[in-house]
């Protein structure tokens, strides 16, 4: 998702330095290591994976064990799931960088411990450590469509529990008009944070209508296993009737407000990021139509649905609000 606010020295995504540029560059950095006058540099300095870094990437998932879930048929699609390899390395993660190949680096980031932090306008504040939150929800798989506003689409098979549920146990106050979400940080792993114009943490909001409504759905595993960190884990949030940006990744807090947020991406560009981000074929983004979508996998160009196919559950949410921006 480019942005007006570009810098000067920043490359376009088409221009960055091609992946195998860089394994070249560590092949020979590899190699230059083995030479005596390396032997004792630290991995640090030659661009290589320090020992904890290998530790944390091959950490296994504590929950693995717990999927699959039985499939919730309720929410059937209308196309085929996107393939595995697709979904998982065709990413938006803008805390790895802008680049759409940011698996590998997402892979460094620690997530056990990993506290969410439940709060504002609630009874009673409430700090869960990931594993006691998702052994308490009632998990299930859905197929759900994910349109990006940058007119990518996929449909992928999310295990996880409705937002519903997280609510119910926060007790938000009957003032609380929003849910607000807010993504870690951790400079040290996630080198896209050390961009200091870009307005971390990353913050995503949904109404208190919009985040009981049944299609609200915390994600904590995709294809039958747990997530990979590159789409979240251990915990995100998939919205599909809405711009994938909406669908915030790696949640540490959830906060009840009755003012509306301004977001991450309405913070750096407001009039193409809006806070209701439904999707719309009939309102384009203003540097692109979204009319149609590019099916992830295929290259297939689709008639783009409004709220995404989504409508018959959602649309009603949106009745006297016709004065909003709602499809930006
Ligand atoms: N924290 C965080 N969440 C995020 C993003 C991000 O950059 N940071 N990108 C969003 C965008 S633009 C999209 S399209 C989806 C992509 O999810 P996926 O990589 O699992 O397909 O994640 C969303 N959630
Ligand atoms: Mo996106």
Redesign the pocket.
């Known amino acids: 998702?480019l942005t007006r606010m570009r810098r000067g020295w920043e490359l376009p995504e088409a221009a960055a330095t091609p992946e195998s540029v860089f394994r070249d560059r560590r092949r020979l950095l590899k190699a230059a290591a083995a030479g005596p006058v390396l032997l004792a540099a630290p991995a640090a300095l030659l661009g290589c994976d320090s020992e904890e870094e290998i530790a944390i990437a091959n950490a296994p998932d504590p929950t693995a064990h717990l999927y699959p879930v039985p499939r919730n048929e309720r929410y059937a699609i209308d196309r085929a799931i996107t393939a595995e390899e697709e979904?998982t390395t065709?990413?938006?993660?803008?805390?790895f960088g802008s680049a759409k190949n940011i698996h590998k680096r997402a892979r460094k980031l620690p997530i056990r411990p990993w506290t969410v932090t439940i709060g504002g306008m609630v009874e009673k504040e409430i700090q869960i450590g990931i594993d006691e939150l998702i052994a308490k929800m009632p998990l299930e798989e859905r197929l759900y469509r994910?349109r990006?506003?940058?007119a990518w689409a996929?449909a992928?098979p999310w295990s996880g529990f409705p937002m519903r549920a997280l609510v119910d146990m926060a007790r938000p106050l009957s003032g609380a008009k929003y849910v607000v979400m807010a993504?870690f940080q951790n400079m040290k792993v996630a080198i896209g944070q050390r961009e200091a114009w870009y307005p971390w943490p990353?913050i995503?909001g949904l109404t208190m209508a919009e985040a009981t409504n049944e299609l609200a759905f915390l994600a904590t595993g995709?294809y039958g296993k747990p997530l990979p960190k590159?789409?979240?884990a251990p915990l995100?949030l998939a919205a599909p009737w809405k711009?994938?940006?909406?669908?915030?990744?790696?949640i540490v807090a959830f906060e009840f407000t009755d003012m509306r947020p301004i977001t991450?991406w309405q913070r750096l560009q407001a009039q193409e990021y809006g806070f209701w981000a439904n999707v719309n074929p009939a309102v384009p983004h203003p540097r692109w139509s979204q009319a149609t979508e590019r099916v992830l996998g295929t290259g297939e160009r689709v008639p783009t649905q409004i709220f995404n196919g989504y409508g018959a559950f959602v649309a009603e949410l949106y009745r006297g609000l016709e004065s909003e921006r709602l499809f930006v």
């Open positions: 998702m979904a065709y990413n938006n993660y803008y805390e994910l990006c506003v940058e996929m992928v993504s990353y995503e995709i590159q789409n979240g995100r711009y994938g940006f909406k669908s915030a990744k790696g991450f």
